[in-house]
């Protein structure tokens, strides 16, 4: 089993629609981000968590970490947020220990006009 | 202010080469990481460079080495290509080390490795 699993893989949504993409990890982490990677390779940082709820726009991240849980989500979603989204968890940083990221496998976002 | 520059973008091998990438992290970030994604797949972690020292370490076999300049760019090195090295290699700069939270990740666009 991988440390990082998101679900679903594969997303398709017609525009407008409120889209959820989870991410559930099996480690301890000190953050979370959320990437999104457009056709090509090019990644951007959209959010990067410890705790709680943040906002950016249309775009909403919320984290549980008693559950080991994280959640994107898209409102009023357009065709330009058509991309991969990873997330990725950072963990066993402490002491003289820097951490390493360990990422999942993405979900692929296709939003229809 | 550039973002994070990553040379070549492209770049054809074959088996049993070695390699050299290249990654120019944004002004005043010191922290520089490396990562490989295989087509389909989520990037994994290979290296991560603070400071000009290796901070970090994924499991990737020691065909692999990387170091940090005084000026804070990058290069990750690969010797004896295998074909299961064609991959995107990508590579990220921050402010600090990874281990303070706060601080977030800047991706390059990518070197796309083909070995033959």
């Known amino acids: 089993k991988n440390e990082v699993e998101q679900s679903p893989q594969n997303l398709t949504a017609q525009e407008g629609e409120f889209i959820t993409i989870n991410c559930s990890y099996s480690?301890?982490?000190?953050?979370l981000h959320w990437l999104q990677q457009h056709p090509g390779g090019g990644i951007v940082s959209l959010f990067m968590?410890?705790?709680g709820k943040k906002k950016h726009g249309r775009l909403i991240a919320t984290i549980n970490i008693q559950e080991k849980h994280s959640s994107l989500h898209i409102t009023a979603s357009h065709p330009r947020d058509s991309a991969v989204y990873i997330c990725a968890v950072l963990s066993g940083a402490g002491g003289t220990s820097y951490g390493k990221l360990t990422f999942g496998q993405g979900t692929i976002l296709t939003v229809h006009p | 202010d550039a973002g994070v520059t990553q040379s070549p973008t492209h770049l054809i091998k074959t088996r049993g080469q070695q390699v050299t990438l290249r990654c120019s992290p944004i002004?005043?970030?010191?922290?520089v990481s490396w990562y490989q994604q295989v087509l389909g797949q989520g990037p994994q972690f290979i290296f991560q460079y603070y400071e000009k020292e290796e901070r970090g370490r994924g499991n990737f076999p020691d065909r692999f080495s990387a170091r940090q300049f005084p000026n804070y760019s990058s290069e990750l090195n690969v010797n004896a290509l295998l074909l299961g090295d064609s991959a995107l290699y990508l590579c990220?700069?921050?402010?600090?080390?990874?281990?303070?939270?706060?601080?977030?990740?800047?991706f390059g666009s990518g070197t796309q490795l083909s070995v033959l």
């Open positions: 002004s005043g970030h010191k922290s």
């Open positions: 480690v301890g982490i000190s953050a």
């Open positions: 990220a700069s921050s402010l600090r080390f990874l281990d303070r939270s706060k601080y977030l990740l800047f």
């Open positions: 968590l410890s705790s």
